[in-house]
Structure formats: C-alpha cells, structure tokens
C-alpha cells in the first residue's frame, strides 16, 4: 500500500536493526482518516471471505480493528491482557512473549465473543516474530471458530514470525512488509 | 443519548452495586458503527471549541477516541500504561490507581504530541471514582496545552469522579450518566 510506505518513510523512526517507531499516525498518536483507510485496504483483501468477526488485542491494535471492523460492518473483539477483577471465568486464553518489553502476558477473550460458527479475521498494527498473532490463533482455535486469516499493517519480515505461521497454513496479509532496517535505512519487501 | 441508555439496559449487566458491564458493545466485544455514533454525539458536544487533539487512555478508551477524532477531523493520542522498552525518556506522566484491578499504573504520552497549541479534548469509555481522568488532565497540564473537557460515555455518577473533577472547573459531558445501580438496577440520572 503505496500511501502507507511513503508515510513509514516520512515519519518511521528506526531506533536499531529490528525497532522501528510509527508511533505519530498507528500507535500512540492515531491519524483515524488514515487508519480508516489502512482498515477499508484490510477490508478489501478478506472481501468476500464471509468474516463474521474482528480479533486483535490490546492496545495498539484496536484502531486499525475497528476500522477494519466498520468497512466490512462486523464486530471487533480485542483480546484483554491480564485477567481484569471484573472478568468472567469463563475465557479462552493464551501466554504471549513480548520482546520489546521482555515479559510475558496472558491474553484472553470471554468465550461469549467467540463461536464456533464464527468465521473470524485476526487484525494488528505489527507482526514480527509472530508471538500476539500466534496467540490470537490459539483463541481461535480454543473456541471452535474458523480462521479466515491476519490482516497485518506492518511486518518486519526478517524476524520470521510471518514465515512461521504462513508455513502453518495461515494466510497473512501485509500492506506494508520490511525486509529489513539494517543500517537505519527501511527496505520493503 | 436514548439509544445508548436503552442499549445498557439490554445488554448491560450488573455485577455489584459498584460494576456495571458493558463488555458486548464497548469495552471487550465493540460495536463498530454504534461507536461511530457515540464519537458523533460526544464531538457533538463540543463543536465550535476548536479542539485540535483528543487524548485517550489504553485500550478501552481508544475506539471511542478515534470514533471522535474522526467526526472532528483531528488526530487521537492514547496515554500508554507503563513504559515500554521502546519508548523515549521525554514523556509526560501520571500515576493512576485503577479500583477496578486493584493496582497503580502509571500513565504516560510522549511530549512530542501535546504541545502548549494545542486545546484538548479527553475521551474515555468510563467515569467513576475518576482517577483516569485526572491522570490525563494532569498530562494535559504538564504539557501546556489547553483543556476543553472531558467526553465520557458512561459515567457513574455515584461515585463521585465527575463532581470532584466538575467542582475543579472542568466541563464533562457524559452520554449515559448513572445515578445508582443498586439492587440490580440501573437508574439513569
């Protein structure tokens, strides 16, 4: 997606080899236009795929899901981490590493959100080695519900996590792939 | 807003004489186009004030947040929880007590994004005893900017955040205000 390419390189910050900041426009200040338009080309990817519901998980996530989730007008659930005192018992879970912050945290859906008859899309702001999305699958997979695959705004392809769940048979879709930010320098794929 | 109020009398569910959840339509599981809604009646409320941010708190303050700073055409910030490893050391910072999870957190937002131009307008999914909020007026008072008030969508009355920050001079506009949820029901103001 050429806008969203040009937009990493005008305001991406690469901080060392594997880190890269988007932080002005994705996630921690938002331009909701532009994230309206990174949902509706998410969107456009799984037309026709019959999705009946949104998955990502908190925090960063959750723009470019409900985006996505208004273009093609289904529900968005974002997985909680921790188990809040006022959560249900009654969840599907999984443990996910993160390595930006070197800790791990349990996510988890209230089962009310998630059916077997579900056909559900996994969205994120990043993928890179592949620990919140492989998460995410467990849910799915914990509930009964299909998966019709990831919608992904950035993946830092050299860190290998897409590899590892497109090799599993996931569909991943991307519309901005890094090849690398060695040097400083960001190449797409 | 009638059809936010006769949404929480059908799906909410009361928990205790404190705990209302809303976790079908806001804060877990998000009805995309009924947040849209919401957005529009909350920068409804404050139009012609010249807002030039809103400024959220993760995770679920954003979807209404950016369902705002969409219908006022403005960017969204989302005040992170603790720091990560990622984040620069020049941020302004709050520390928060959650009642609901028992915990302080501390909140923070990367100065690059509130300046002393700005005129900021908080948005929140809840309002209670009020602690967010006030972990945000004072990220907003440390950056210098201005602050229009506060857009909550749920604020229950009966524990007393709002008035607190209210008498402090701040304007709050709540879309669903709940004066008691006592004996298992709900009482709108």
Redesign the interface.
């Known amino acids: 997606m050429k806008v969203l390419k040009d937009k990493i390189l005008i305001e991406g910050k690469v ?1 060392s080899d594997t ?1 890269l ?1 988007v ?2 426009f994705l996630n ?6 532009f ?2 338009d990174l949902g509706k080309e998410v969107a456009a990817r799984f037309k026709n795929q019959s999705i009946t519901k949104i998955l990502t998980v ?3 996530g ?2 470019v899901a ?2 996505t ?2 273009a093609l ?6 997985a ?3 188990r ?3 959560a249900d018992p009654n969840v599907f879970s999984s443990t996910v590493y993160s390595f ?3 800790e791990s945290v349990d996510i988890y ?2 089962s ?2 998630l059916h077997p008859s579900d056909n559900v899309l996994l969205v994120d702001d990043f993928l890179a080695q592949g620990e919140a999305l492989r998460g995410m699958v467990e849910i799915v997979q914990q509930s009964g519900a299909s998966l019709a695959g990831a919608g992904i705004i950035i993946e830092k392809v050299f860190q290998g996590g897409g590899k590892a769940l497109r090799d599993a048979g996931i569909r991943i879709e991307t519309l901005a792939p890094i090849a690398s930010l060695a040097g400083g320098k960001i190449t797409f794929c």
């Open positions: 901080l880190v900041k932080d002005s921690h200040q938002i331009d909701p236009a994230a309206m908190e925090a960063s959750i723009a409900m985006a989730g208004l007008d289904i529900p968005v659930v974002f909680k981490k921790k809040a005192a006022t930006t912050k070197d859906v209230n009310r959100f």
